[in-house]
């Protein structure tokens, strides 16, 4: 099967959609396909199947901001693109976003299937845009959201039926890393763009409240952002068990993973999925998380982790604690959630997209 990916995000910046995309394209590959995938890029993609498509702008959306190309130009240039390769399929990620995903299916001369990776609570350009895009929703065969919340905010605005797919994942690539040199002591990881929305001063307050008696604790951040000034607020001495990484490459995280405790995620809301979740538990990481949409579905309090409110660093805390001082809790919420990241390894995932193609060629 000849199968096109758009993806409305920079190929080049870092995201849990962009890192979806990339990897749904090895797998297919992999599996036999024949796959071009379209995405703006500041840079030419390092993949020889991956296509430029426009230099992406910063966007704001969803109390955070969003990397993509909303100049209509970039139509002409995805629809010679797909007229030259003729695929079978052509995959949609966000298509209502405006950007590379949304010239790709007003411009497809094949079946579109779509993926809807959003888990906004609102969206005022969205609802705006709603009448319009209910008329463009009959151009995809088949609809995908990778959680029950993503469906709900997609399904509140265009109505229809959506299959449930979620993000899909390298488990064995986190389950087999071998530990980074982060140094001595047990570790707090921190996961994800430093902005607001995900809560990295809620992490750097819960840091400082768990230092307090812990010597030997410190605290792991894998990511960049505009509140990366937030450990600055920490006393000296604390500040010097913190370890800014700044952006990391994806393939990079899985030895962050082995060498940590304990995986804090307080984001403040707006998740479809917690893609950064699976992640932590396919490594074996006992997680602690806000208690909001897209994480409850992945995270069960209790089991693979501690769900809390948002917005507390106190609960968080409260919360790290319990795992960091009880071993035997540790190794078993590390456990369960090994044993729940099994269910988003790609070698599940792959196969309920392809069937999602092969309805999608029926319906043709």
């Known amino acids: 099967m000849r199968v096109a990916l758009a993806c409305p995000y920079a190929w080049d910046a870092p995201g849990g959609v962009q890192v979806h995309v990339r990897e749904l394209g090895e797998r297919l590959?992999?599996?036999?396909?024949?796959?071009?995938?379209?995405?703006?890029?500041?840079?030419?993609?390092?993949?020889?199947?991956?296509?430029?498509?426009?230099?992406?702008?910063?966007?704001?959306?969803?109390?955070?901001?969003?990397?993509?190309?909303?100049?209509?130009?970039?139509?002409r240039h995805v629809r010679e693109l797909?007229?030259?390769?003729?695929?079978?399929?052509?995959?949609?990620?966000?298509?209502?976003?405006?950007?590379?995903?949304?010239w790709a299916t007003l411009s497809s001369p094949a079946p579109v299937v779509a993926t809807f990776h959003s888990g906004a609570e609102r969206s005022l350009l969205?609802?705006?845009?709603?009448?319009?895009?209910?008329?463009?929703?009959?151009r995809i065969a088949v609809r995908i959201a990778v959680s029950e919340r993503a469906a709900a905010?997609?399904?509140?605005?265009?109505?229809?039926?959506?299959?449930?797919?979620?993000?899909?994942?390298?488990?064995?690539?986190?389950?087999?890393?071998?530990?980074?040199?982060?140094?001595?002591?047990?570790?707090?990881?921190?996961?994800?763009?430093?902005?607001?929305?995900?809560?990295?001063?809620?992490?750097v307050e819960a840091f400082r409240l768990l230092a307090t008696g812990r010597p030997d604790l410190r605290l792991?951040?894998?990511?960049?952002?505009?509140?990366?000034?937030?450990?600055?607020?920490?006393?000296?001495?604390?500040?010097?068990h913190v370890t800014m990484l700044g952006t990391v490459r994806h393939r990079e995280l899985p030895g962050y993973h082995a060498a940590c405790d304990v995986l804090i995620a307080p984001s403040l809301g707006g998740e479809s999925f917690g893609y950064v979740l699976v992640e932590a538990m396919a490594a074996g990481l006992p997680v602690v998380a806000s208690r909001i949409p897209g994480y409850d579905e992945v995270v069960r309090d209790g089991r693979e982790g501690f769900l809390v409110p948002p917005?507390?660093?106190?609960?968080?805390?409260?919360?790290a604690a319990k795992v960091l001082d009880d071993p035997t809790l540790a190794r078993s919420m590390g456990a369960a959630g090994r044993t729940k990241a099994a269910r988003y390894d790609w070698a599940v995932v792959a196969e309920e997209i392809e069937a999602a193609y092969r309805e999608a060629l029926a319906l043709r």
């Open 220 to 240: 792991i951040v894998a990511g960049d952002g505009d509140e990366r000034r937030a450990v600055d607020r920490l006393e000296p001495v604390l500040r010097g």
């Open 126 to 138: 969205f609802d705006l845009a709603a009448p319009a895009l209910r008329r463009m929703v009959r």
């Open 29 to 75: 590959r992999a599996r036999g396909h024949e796959v071009m995938a379209l995405a703006p890029s500041r840079t030419e993609p390092a993949e020889p199947w991956v296509r430029a498509v426009g230099r992406p702008v910063e966007v704001p959306y969803n109390r955070s901001t969003a990397p993509i190309d909303p100049r209509p130009w970039s139509l």
């Open 311 to 319: 917005g507390d660093p106190r609960a968080v805390a409260e919360a």
């Open 153 to 203: 905010f997609a399904r509140k605005r265009l109505g229809g039926a959506f299959r449930v797919v979620p993000n899909g994942l390298d488990v064995a690539s986190f389950a087999a890393a071998e530990p980074a040199d982060l140094g001595p002591g047990r570790k707090l990881l921190f996961v994800g763009r430093l902005h607001r929305r995900k809560g990295f001063p809620a992490a």
């Open 82 to 102: 797909l007229s030259g390769f003729q695929p079978d399929v052509v995959h949609g990620h966000e298509p209502f976003t405006p950007s590379t995903s949304m």
